[in-house]
């Protein structure tokens, strides 16, 4: 009879593109979260938690560079042929929640939401499929107060979680004076140099056959601007390029006459909001919206301008200047659903790449208008604005500029050294609980001491409590100061070393007070010396 064969162990790894966060990491991304969530919250945002799971069709077909809806998304058919997938960001689930609710709903509605997002691409360095993202939208209103208060409230949360004035900036633009930009671009080739110049007057079916420029595609293109610069993007833009791996990508084939035009566009920032908007009114031979409209004449690149100039003053008037948030016509957001305004939180200090080499930081948050979202679910037009900070971009940040504690400290540990006393050790820990510090019971094998406080050690405990039974019956117990007697083990004195012991004794009943003396005195010595 032959053996049955055993099936194989599975291997104990994290999936490809995911990753597994610990105590201190977990720890820091809620510590900032809850800072940001403070400042949406004054802002009058509302918390919302949607599910994350949704149809296919409520996702929508808004990822970069995707064709087919379930593409790009972890999804899954049904028993009912219905298909399902984890959301790719908060922004598509809230037009889905809002067109459900919107009768219960206050309108405007301000809502944030955190938590993770699931994206079914190729995992790289840095590139995950599950990542953390924040995000604060308000559905409901047209006013461009509503963009000036999300930037607004961008720079206070960034403030908030330790980025200093001065090592960031809000970078504004509009996909209206954009699209004013691209109308009229055509693929070129043979058959579009043929066409009569009045050819969209009269559109038939002779050329529906024939190419004509993806929108989408000029603004996939246009937002590697800052990888590829303005050369690399008039050669995507026309022909195509080599890229670093000497792989050739095909160019969207524009004109180089119009792909200059765009290039010309996204060089337009000017050394002020001013001078950027008169820069893009002069290159697109827009005047002033509102003249367009007492002769009846709509133009999408004019009122553009006209919002980007109403953000700049309402930003201004709050205190908001160009230290913080500027006007930027290369930024384009890959996504979309943008209709209007879209902007971007970039860090502008330095730091050292793998290879030793200075660059900035770069975007940690990014959002825009999107007007025609929530459309999709009710046929209707609602106006819809908000951000989405990338979580963990934005504590790789932190961890460069060092706000952040590398370490979390650990529980105080109640060593065991009878375990028939188990009893009196959890009265201990329950009586630190109730004083609010952080407290266990340690519950491996208590036959050696040794390991206790190696385990105590690799905790980051700042106090270890003993009590055996001469301590016991003396109504005693042993402090033991850990983050003391780590310091005094590497270069104190004999004489340091009696002047302030790291283990003393002191009365049962006192063990709590003494114990929050410690660790306020860990606290300060931190505080006086942050290294």
């Not at 510590?31 to 994350?52: D, K, P, Q, T, W």
Request: glycine content about 10%; overall charge negative.
């Amino acid at each position: 009879m032959a053996k049955t064969r055993k099936s194989p162990r599975p291997k104990a790894e994290t999936p490809k593109g995911f990753r597994d966060y610990f105590g201190a990491d977990v720890a820091a991304r809620d510590n900032m979260l809850r800072a940001i969530g403070e400042v949406y919250h004054r802002y009058g945002f509302e918390a919302l938690e949607s599910s994350a799971v949704e149809t296919v069709e409520a996702l929508g077909k808004f990822l970069p560079d995707v064709e087919r809806p379930n593409e790009g998304v972890f999804a899954w058919e049904e028993e009912t042929g219905d298909w399902l997938a984890l959301r790719y960001d908060l922004t598509a689930p809230l037009a889905r929640v809002f067109a459900q609710h919107r009768n219960d709903l206050p309108s405007p509605y301000r809502r944030y939401a955190m938590g993770p997002v699931w994206r079914n691409e190729k995992p790289g360095p840095g590139r995950f499929r599950q990542f953390y993202q924040c995000d604060a939208d308000t559905v409901g209103s047209a006013s461009m107060a509503a963009d000036a208060e999300v930037c607004a409230m961008l720079c206070d949360a960034l403030e908030a979680v330790g980025i200093e004035r001065g090592d960031y900036v809000v970078r504004i633009n509009n996909r209206k004076v954009l699209n004013g930009i691209l109308e009229g671009l055509n693929v070129d080739n043979e058959k579009t140099r043929s066409l009569p110049s009045n050819f969209t007057d009269s559109l038939d079916t002779k050329y529906s056959d024939w190419e004509f420029v993806d929108p989408e595609a000029v603004l996939r293109t246009i937002d590697k601007f800052d990888k590829v610069g303005a050369e690399g993007v008039l050669e995507l833009l026309t022909t195509g390029r080599k890229d670093q791996s000497g792989a050739f990508i095909d160019g969207v084939g524009i004109s180089a006459q119009n792909a200059s035009r765009v290039v010309q566009f996204m060089e337009s920032r000017g050394k002020d909001n001013a001078e950027t908007i008169s820069n893009l009114r002069e290159l697109m031979g827009a005047p002033d919206a509102n003249l367009l409209a007492t002769m009846g004449v709509y133009n999408i690149g004019a009122e553009g301008l006209q919002e980007l100039q109403e953000i700049a003053d309402l930003l201004e008037a709050q205190g908001y200047g160009p230290d913080r948030i500027v006007i930027d016509p290369s930024v384009v957001r890959g996504l979309g659903y943008y209709t209007g305004p879209v902007y971007e939180a970039e860090l502008t200090f330095e730091i050292l790449d793998k290879k030793g080499r200075k660059r900035q930081f770069g975007s940690v948050a990014g959002g825009g208008r999107y007007d025609d979202l929530v459309k999709r679910f009710t046929g209707q037009e609602v106006p819809a604005t908000g951000v989405s900070i990338g979580v963990d971009r934005l504590l790789a940040a932190l961890r460069e500029k060092g706000r952040l504690a590398e370490t979390e400290a650990g529980p105080v540990v109640i060593t065991v050294m009878d375990r028939d006393r188990m009893a009196d050790y959890l009265a201990m820990v329950g009586e630190l609980r109730a004083a609010g510090i952080r407290a266990e019971v340690y519950l491996g094998n208590p036959k050696n001491f040794g390991n206790q406080l190696k385990y105590a050690d690799k905790r980051g405990s700042p106090v270890a409590v003993i009590e055996g039974g001469n301590e016991k019956d003396a109504g005693i117990v042993q402090i033991k100061d850990l983050i003391l007697g780590a310091k005094l083990a590497e270069n104190a004195t004999h004489e340091e070393w009696k002047a302030r012991p790291s283990q003393f004794e002191v009365p049962r009943d006192e063990l709590v007070a003494r114990v929050l003396e410690i660790l306020a005195s860990q606290q300060s010595d931190k505080q006086a010396d942050p290294s």
